[in-house]
């Protein structure tokens, strides 16, 4: 069974930064595309960042480029976003994902989601 669980998210003043992280289980990186989605007050969810499982390419929304990094840790089985240089749009709730294969598009697979604040 393919389990995420988030931690990392609070509240944070603009400027600063948070790493979020998500522990796994149930399934390996090799064969699964990872990555963060978010969800902010009365929009739809959107894709922060995936890394595709046959390349290792990583993706980043236009927004969040050059301020977020993502990492992984096989060997801990866990995923991390590097947030820094935040603004108060970036308040949202941040979901580890995983999808089949390269599916950074639609992921099978959603965590219970960390709560990011960020204050102007």
């Known amino acids: 069974e393919v389990q995420l669980v988030e931690s990392g998210g609070g509240l944070v003043q603009a400027g600063g930064s948070l790493r979020l992280s998500c522990a796994t289980s149930?399934?390996?990186?090799?064969?699964?595309?990872i990555g963060w989605w978010r969800e902010a007050p009365g929009k739809e969810r959107e894709g922060v960042s995936c890394?595709?499982?046959?390349?290792?390419?990583?993706y980043y929304e236009d927004s969040v480029k050059g301020r977020f990094t993502m990492s992984t840790n096989s060997a801990k089985n866990a995923i991390y976003l590097q947030m820094n240089s935040l603004k108060p749009e970036d308040t949202a709730v941040y979901f580890c994902?995983?999808?089949?294969?390269?599916?950074?598009?639609?992921?099978?697979?959603w965590g219970q989601g960390t709560q990011v604040a960020v204050s102007s």
């Open positions: 149930g399934f390996t990186f090799d064969d699964y595309a």
């Open positions: 890394i595709r499982s046959s390349d290792g390419s990583t």
């Open positions: 994902v995983a999808g089949y294969g390269d599916d950074c598009i639609d992921p099978s697979f």
